[in-house]
């Protein structure tokens, strides 16, 4: 028996790997609900850490493996591989097939299992958004899933909706873009298995009277292209209106997605913005803040301040390339005049970060309201006079934060970027 794989835990090798899946004793396996598959999966418990187990056959196991292991990489949420066991015999000697290991993801259940006696019209429909969502995100990286559905999905609760991980790779292939042609074909295997897996439910009469399986597989479809539209179509924007970019951002931040990038066309008839969305990880826009401008803020803080320093740099006319330059200009001309129109006076209302955050609600608010972009310092200016001067002082109720209350720049580490070798330091 060999094992490949990020195997942190040494008493996976421990397992019984010269017994058939199937065979192995009830003491180890953890009872959990699992999807209809045809291959054998089981699930033990190592140091409280649950992993899921697939037999399968050695290449398609090395297949799946490499194929998880990319796509984890380009943050899709998918179940998280752990490794592959090559050169199993049973105790006679006699080959067996090879397994695939993951870790069990937590909290996520199978479809047929987010219902107890049929599935409502709402968890359908619920369940079909984020299958959608998960199919935009893995055609952005470029992988077509060939055998889309829901028994090859994971859902788990996310504060009123399902989020939906990617379990089963098998038949899928990673390319550096999709063409639309693979994209459409993905879309119709997809619709077809959902209408195939619902009409399963309604032969066994779980699935709520009024729900038509066809209807349903043809709205995954209409949903995924909405979503599609949304974050790959360029947006004609005139300079009046560059506020509209920021409610596209801001619909996407909301689906879950980052804007990787944003390109910018002027045309006799305005600027044609393409945005180029990406899924995200964790701590991703914290870090990336911090890098470039040395500001240490709460996530969210810092996705609003990089989409303010990304519209800041292209109003500068600058590339992407120079995204540091940008950063320097924007941490002077922007986060710092905003603090110095605050005055010391209103400092201790709010952490900086916020204020800066709140500034650009205003604005939005602001601009909304008038249909049209309102200046940068016009909304500063309205938001210290009447929303900063009414609030209460944060920092008298919090206390003052490491250094000293009155120092202006409490949460401004700033961390000078590696510009040029003649500033001495690495
Ligand atoms: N890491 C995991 N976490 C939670 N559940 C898992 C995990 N891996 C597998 N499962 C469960 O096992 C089921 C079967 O897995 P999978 O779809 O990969 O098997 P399969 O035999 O390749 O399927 P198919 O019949 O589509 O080829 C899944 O639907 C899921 O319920
Ligand atoms: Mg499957």
């Known amino acids: 028996m060999r094992m490949t794989g990020r195997l942190g835990e040494p008493l996976l090798a421990t397992l019984p790997w010269s017994?058939?899946?199937?065979?192995?004793?009830?003491?180890?396996?953890?009872?959990?609900?699992?999807?209809?598959?045809?291959?054998?999966?089981?699930?033990?418990?190592?140091?409280?850490?649950?992993?899921?187990?697939?037999?399968?056959?050695?290449?398609?196991?090395?297949?799946?493996?490499?194929?998880?292991?990319?796509?984890?990489?380009?943050?899709v949420p998918c179940v998280e591989p752990v490794g592959v066991v090559l050169d199993r015999t049973d105790e006679s000697g006699e080959p067996l097939p090879g397994a695939l290991i993951t870790r069990q993801l937590e909290f996520s259940l199978p479809y047929r299992a987010l219902f107890s006696t049929s599935l409502r019209k709402e968890t359908a429909e619920r369940l079909i958004d984020a299958l959608a969502l998960l199919l935009v995100q893995l055609h952005l990286v470029g992988f077509s899933w060939n055998d889309c559905s829901l028994s090859n999905t994971l859902f788990r609760r996310d504060a009123g909706v399902f989020a939906a991980y990617l379990v089963d790779a098998e038949t899928g292939e990673l390319h550096p873009h999709l063409s639309d042609g693979q994209r459409e074909y993905d879309l119709e295997t997809a619709a077809t298995n959902v209408a195939g897996e619902l009409m399963d439910l309604?032969?066994?009469?779980?699935?709520?009277?009024?729900?038509?399986?066809?209807?349903?597989?043809?709205?995954?479809?209409?949903?995924?292209?909405?979503?599609?539209?949304?974050?790959?179509?360029?947006?004609?924007?005139?300079?009046?209106?560059?506020?509209?970019?920021?409610?596209?951002?801001?619909?996407?931040?909301?689906?879950?997605?980052?804007?990787a990038e944003l390109q910018v066309d002027t045309q006799p008839d305005g600027e044609h913005i393409t945005v180029a969305a990406k899924v995200v990880d964790v701590g991703h826009h914290t870090r990336r803040l911090m890098q470039l401008t040395g500001l240490d803020v709460e996530e969210n803080q810092a996705r609003r301040l990089l989409n303010d320093l990304d519209s800041y740099?292209?109003?500068?006319?600058?590339?992407?390339?120079?995204?540091?330059?940008?950063?320097?200009?924007?941490?002077?001309?922007?986060?710092?005049?905003?603090?110095?129109?605050?005055?010391?006076?209103?400092?201790?209302k709010l952490e900086?970060?916020?204020?800066?955050?709140?500034?650009?609600?205003?604005?939005?608010?602001?601009?909304?309201?008038?249909?049209?972009?309102?200046p940068f310092g016009d909304a500063?200016?309205?938001?210290?006079?009447?929303?900063?001067?009414?609030?209460?002082?944060?920092?008298?109720?919090?206390?003052?934060?490491?250094?000293?209350?009155?120092?202006?720049?409490?949460?401004?580490?700033?961390?000078?970027?590696?510009?040029?070798?003649q500033q001495g330091e690495p």
């Open 380 to 421: 500063v200016s309205d938001y210290v006079e009447t929303v900063l001067r009414a609030k209460p002082d944060e920092k008298s109720v919090l206390g003052a934060r490491e250094g000293s209350a009155s120092d202006d720049t409490a949460t401004l580490r700033i961390v000078l970027p590696p510009e040029s070798s």
């Open 313 to 348: 740099r292209m109003k500068l006319g600058l590339e992407t390339d120079d995204e540091q330059i940008a950063a320097h200009r924007w941490v002077t001309d922007r986060f710092e005049c905003v603090m110095a129109e605050v005055g010391p006076e209103l400092r201790g």
């Open 352 to 374: 900086p970060a916020e204020i800066f955050h709140e500034v650009l609600e205003h604005r939005w608010f602001m601009s909304e309201r008038a249909g049209a972009s309102v």
């Open 202 to 259: 309604q032969a066994g009469g779980r699935l709520q009277e009024g729900i038509d399986p066809i209807v349903t597989g043809v709205s995954l479809r209409n949903r995924y292209d909405a979503l599609w539209q949304e974050i790959t179509q360029p947006l004609v924007v005139s300079r009046e209106d560059r506020y509209r970019m920021e409610s596209r951002m801001r619909r996407l931040n909301d689906l879950g997605f980052d804007v």
């Open 19 to 75: 017994t058939p899946l199937e065979e192995w004793p009830e003491d180890l396996v953890v009872a959990l609900p699992r999807g209809i598959s045809r291959h054998i999966v089981r699930f033990v418990r190592i140091e409280g850490v649950v992993y899921a187990i697939k037999e399968i056959e050695e290449s398609f196991a090395t297949r799946e493996y490499s194929l998880l292991f990319d796509l984890e990489r380009r943050d």
